[in-house]
């Protein structure tokens, strides 16, 4: 399998509504697609970077400057799905434009040999169940009837978007309101600090799954010596962005149960690295969501098909956040996703509607290595 060339492509999918999180919100997904054409298949990849550096470092512009300057040219023509991180590992950080390039180079040798991406990853089941993230609003009742639509369409489990000042009174209210089988979860994208961990604790009379992400993400340490003051189990995510991550995070205490997302980790081959040393030591992993257009959300349930993947996932229906998606709609039932079957990740774009959402796009050729003759 030879690669013949690289385009990158940056789409505008539309959301439903707003998105608000601790770390900002928006009512465009912005997303950047990398299509791998070689000499037997073509193979896609999303990234996840959000417009702005606020989740992580990274984002959207500086994900295409990256890949066309260091990643793409330092890429072989020949290059396997296995050789691909390798071949970038010289360049610091920069996950989620890492695990979009090999995520379409994996793909394309999927697609090649006719192989499916969960087969390939070792997935044990058919479908994922999901959850439903929802995002900061502007009231309570606004929230619950929000929970109330999403219940309705047979989401798992709910999850809310937390912040000083809109944390402990929405949590009541929604299990106040839905009752102590609802399984309820929430999200802080890091906005506290190790000074709130009294407030926090107030979150432990509600039963949640857990708590994710509570402090800022450098913060193991604080996690470590949070975890001993909360009954509520902390959930890492943007704290691990490697194996390597987790296994500090599992052996300092710091977390009892991790969100993967491949973007974020390096790609789904570090994600899977992810699942197996959580699975060795008995720490469940679930399937974090990024807003991914319907690409980055079918090869997630690949992954999120895997056997230590015990909790709901993020991975909800595209129609939640977008009126319009790039792939066919899919198959979903009562709160679960159909994990594809199909060769590689088991979708392509609509052509049509990704090139009317398409913002920009470049060809970029393979293996070159222009930035390493770049003078200085
Ligand atoms: C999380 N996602 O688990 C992320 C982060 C995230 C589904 O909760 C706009 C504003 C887009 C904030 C995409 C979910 C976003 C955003 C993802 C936050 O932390
Ligand atoms: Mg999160």
Do not use: N, Q
């Given at each position: 399998m030879t690669i013949e060339g690289i385009e990158i492509r940056k789409v505008a999918l539309p959301l439903k509504e707003p998105f608000r999180a601790s770390v900002g919100v928006f009512s465009v997904r912005d997303v950047l697609l990398v299509r791998v054409?070689?000499?037997?298949?073509?193979?896609?990849?999303?990234?996840?970077?959000?417009?702005?550096?606020?989740?992580?470092?990274?984002?959207?512009?500086?994900?295409?400057?990256?890949?066309r300057r260091f990643l793409v040219p330092a890429l072989p023509r020949n290059v396997d799905?296995?050789?691909?991180?390798?071949?970038?590992?010289?360049?610091?950080?920069?996950?989620?434009?890492?695990?979009?390039?090999?995520?379409?180079?994996?793909d394309a040798r999927l697609r090649a040999s006719g192989d499916s991406l969960g087969r390939y990853l070792g997935a044990v089941r058919?479908?994922?169940?999901?959850?439903?993230?929802?995002?900061?609003?502007?009231?309570?009742?606004?929230?619950?009837?929000?929970?109330?639509?999403?219940?309705?369409?047979?989401?798992?489990?709910?999850?809310?978007?937390?912040e000083p000042g809109w944390d402990v009174e929405p949590v009541r209210a929604v299990r106040e309101h839905f009752g102590d089988d609802l399984m309820l979860q929430v999200d802080a994208n890091g906005a506290y600090t190790p000074a709130d961990a009294r407030h926090l604790a107030g979150l432990d009379a509600f039963g949640l799954v857990l708590i994710e992400q509570p402090l800022a993400p450098g913060d193991l340490l604080g996690h470590a010596r949070l975890a001993r003051r909360l009954a509520t189990p902390i959930c890492l995510d943007e704290s691990v962005e490697s194996a390597a991550d987790a296994a500090a995070a599992l052996s300092l205490g710091a977390a009892a149960i991790i969100n993967v997302k491949p973007g974020r980790v390096g790609g789904y081959l570090e994600a899977r690295r992810v699942h197996d040393l959580c699975q060795a030591h008995g720490?469940?992993?679930?399937?974090?969501?990024?807003?991914?257009?319907?690409?980055?959300r079918a090869a997630n349930l690949s992954l999120g098909a895997l056997p230590g993947f015990t909790l709901p996932a993020d991975t909800c229906a595209a129609e939640r956040y977008f009126a319009t998606d790039v792939i066919e709609p899919l198959d979903h039932a009562d709160g679960h996703l159909t994990v594809p079957t199909g060769p590689g990740i088991g979708v392509v774009p609509i052509k049509e509607i990704l090139d009317e959402l398409t913002l920009s796009s470049e060809w970029l050729g393979v293996g070159d290595r222009k930035a390493d003759r770049r003078e200085l």
């Open positions: 054409v070689t000499s037997d298949a073509e193979g896609w990849g999303e990234c996840v970077a959000l417009p702005e550096p606020r989740y992580s470092a990274e984002y959207v512009d500086g994900a295409a400057d990256v890949l799905a296995h050789g691909v991180a390798p071949a970038l590992a010289s360049f610091r950080g920069h996950p989620m434009a890492k695990a979009a390039l090999e995520t379409a180079v994996l058919e479908r994922v169940a999901c959850g439903v993230s929802i995002g900061i609003m502007g009231s309570v009742r606004e929230l619950l009837d929000a929970v109330a639509g999403y219940l309705a369409e047979g989401y798992a489990r709910i999850k809310l978007k937390i720490v469940p992993v679930w399937c974090g969501d990024m807003l991914e257009s319907g690409i980055g």
